[in-house]
């Protein structure tokens, strides 16, 4: 079976001429015309601490094409997990699932650049520099890499699947 799908990093070199705004609002208008075509997929990835831009937030951009369009699938491959809060991204994509209709899925990825993890470290860091005295949150960051949630309320929104 050929499957027709798109595949999107935004990456805006300085060489290029474009901005950041002219590439994601082409690559919506691409998805739009692409669904109404008969497309099958676009697929979306992952990267921080790139020069040229490549694409930091997925999950946004996975809502904003399921908002432009009704059948296409949206694959997101791979979102990097380490690198988000666990609830915050349940949240988002259970998000991005109602605003598509549940049109979106989800590659989990571990990351493999340094650069996707430097940056992390680097503002955990200057948090704990920067904290008031008596701040726990922000040093045990610095220290341990995690920060520990205690929850009383559910996720939501609840996700379209």
């Known amino acids: 079976m050929t499957m027709l799908g798109l595949r999107y990093d935004l990456r805006a070199p300085a060489f290029a001429g474009v901005t950041h ?3 994601y609002a082409a690559c919506l208008e691409q998805c739009a015309w692409a669904d109404q075509r008969g497309f099958d997929v676009v697929a979306l990835s992952e990267h921080h601490g790139v020069d040229d831009g490549f694409m930091a937030a997925p999950v946004t951009l996975a ?3 399921g908002a432009r369009t009704t059948r296409m699938q949206i694959s997101i491959a791979a979102i990097l997990v380490p690198l988000h809060d ?3 991204l349940a949240e988002q994509l259970a998000v991005a699932q109602l605003v598509s209709g549940g049109r979106v899925s989800v590659v989990a990825g571990l990351g493999y650049r340094p650069e996707d993890f430097h940056w992390t470290w680097d503002v955990a860091k200057k948090l704990a520099a920067a904290a008031a005295p008596g701040s ?3 040093p045990r960051l610095a220290r341990a890499h995690t920060v520990e949630k205690k929850i ?3 996720l ?3 996700s379209a699947k």
Request: charged share 20%; hydrophobic share 40%.
């Open 86 to 88: 666990p609830i915050r």
């Open 136 to 138: 726990v949150t922000a």
């Open 152 to 154: 009383d309320h559910g």
């Open 156 to 158: 939501g929104p609840r």
């Open 21 to 23: 705004g002219e590439l």
């Open 63 to 65: 809502a904003a094409i």
